[in-house]
């Protein structure tokens, strides 16, 4: 229940709060209505619940700014928090904010300063342990604020808010008559309604919410939330993207994430970008306009990573978020990694038949990569001793390093002269200590007798 104060009063707590205000964008379909003539507003109207949650009424103010796509902010009672975790939960998923309005609603001009704090924590820490994230604003209970309990405040990390259109819904009236009080007291400019889902007479103030809702408009009246400084306005989170790392044929995961609820739908442009692995060819070509709706806080957003058949080593990609609308940018890019799911290629040898040479002969042998490779490929090449030994050709070993996309070597083994009538004699030439690259078979160089 509000404190019964002079209207002058409420008017001077909240002058403060009135000096500036934030107008939605029109892309927002929770933003206000623009009207007139201009594409303007008449004035900003900020709609403020008390004292809930309670089951049924905000179950059904829930549905009613839903359908006609207004905000709203709700300023909840500790204790009321605790006992309806999942209609809390609700409010906030509905792309509604959350505000502290105490824990038991004791007037805070009778508590001292620590005690106004610590009533203020409290409600704050049940918010959060139920799934929450309740924005920096508070509201006394009964508007009762004195120097003690706005220095608990200020402790406490909040921002006061009172109101400067007061339903009297707790008091008396119909749906109609509650709605014309409200309506009756709008003015240009910024506007903070005060009414209550959780007091016994809810109900009947639940059901004036869409004449207020309807003859405002018809006036010109947008519909806003609290910004963070608790004017008729939005807040403005901060927004940063990180991103999963992924194997090839599977998908890297993007998330964009809020600082805290914006209450209306907001959004940012997410690209992926080149490092490493190639946009387009390694990872999914991506642009496009990413939104959050209200009442989240996370979106994810997949990214097909191409598997391209070729082993490599770690590739990077990154992804940016330019673009905001509603937020202010935080960390802009993440960069992620791409794992290779490809073996890596069989190496072989190529058989050789050279004729008995007369004198020294240098042959070829060459070794081919069944496909190219991203890595740098290293192995050891050499001879092995078969019927042909030592005296018929240069016992011979060689490193060898492939870049990435070589596919081929050649080893050049001499084959020495030879005076004594022989059979076809043969060695081998083998890879040993490969890295990156699987051993296929090896070179057999066959030595062949002279024709008589």
Do not use: K
């Not at 097909?304 to 202010?328: N, Q």
């Amino acid at each position: 229940m509000p404190l019964r104060a002079p209207r002058a009063a409420v008017l001077v707590g909240v002058v403060g709060l009135l000096l500036t205000s934030v107008v939605a964008p029109r892309a927002d379909p929770a933003a206000a209505q623009v009207a007139g003539s201009r594409g303007g507003c008449t004035g900003r109207i900020a709609l403020t619940f008390d004292d809930g949650p309670a089951s049924g009424p905000t179950d059904q103010l829930l549905r009613i700014l839903r359908d006609r796509g207004v905000p709203a902010t709700f300023f909840m009672v500790g204790q009321r928090v605790v006992a309806a975790p999942r209609l809390t939960r609700a409010v906030e998923r509905g792309g509604f904010l959350i505000a502290n309005h105490s824990w038991a609603h004791v007037r805070m001009t009778t508590q001292t300063r620590s005690e106004v704090a610590a009533s203020l924590r409290t409600t704050t820490r049940a918010l959060r342990r139920v799934g929450t994230h309740p924005t920096g604003l508070m509201r006394p209970p009964y508007g009762a604020l004195d120097a003690a309990a706005r220095d608990g405040v200020r402790d406490a990390g909040l921002v006061p808010v009172l109101w400067n259109v007061d339903s009297r819904d707790w008091e008396s009236g119909t749906a109609s008559q509650i709605a014309a009080r409200i309506l009756a007291q709008l003015r240009p400019g910024a506007n903070i309604v005060l009414q209550h889902d959780g007091v016994t007479r809810s109900p009947i103030s639940i059901a004036a919410v869409p004449r207020v809702v309807r003859g405002a408009r018809q006036r010109g009246y947008c519909f806003t939330a609290l910004d963070e400084r608790g004017r008729p306005g939005f807040p403005t989170p901060r927004v940063s993207v990180s991103v999963t790392d992924a194997a090839e044929g599977r998908h890297a995961v993007a998330t964009i994430r809020l600082t805290r609820p914006p209450g209306r739908t907001t959004s940012v442009r997410v690209r992926t970008v080149s490092r490493t692995a190639r946009i387009g060819q390694d990872v999914q070509r991506m642009t496009r306009r990413v939104g959050v709706p209200a009442g989240r806080l996370t979106v994810r957003v997949p990214i097909a990573v191409v598997r391209d058949g070729t082993d490599e080593p770690l590739e990077r990609f990154a992804v940016r978020i330019t673009r905001p609308r509603g937020l202010a940018l935080g960390r802009d890019v993440a960069v992620g990694q791409v794992r290779d799911r490809n073996v890596p290629p069989l190496v072989r040898g190529a058989d050789v038949t050279v004729p008995e040479p007369a004198a020294d002969t240098v042959v070829p042998v060459t070794f081919t990569l069944a496909r190219p490779s991203g890595r740098q490929i290293r192995f050891v090449l050499r001879t092995v001793a078969g019927s042909a030994d030592g005296t018929d050709f240069v016992r011979t070993r060689q490193d060898v390093v492939l870049a990435p996309g070589g596919t081929s070597v050649e080893l050049p083994v001499t084959v020495l002269a030879d005076s004594l009538g022989e059979p076809d004699e043969t060695f081998r030439v083998e890879v040993v200590r490969a890295r990156n690259v699987r051993i296929g078979r090896p070179s057999t160089v066959t030595i062949a007798a002279p024709q008589p």
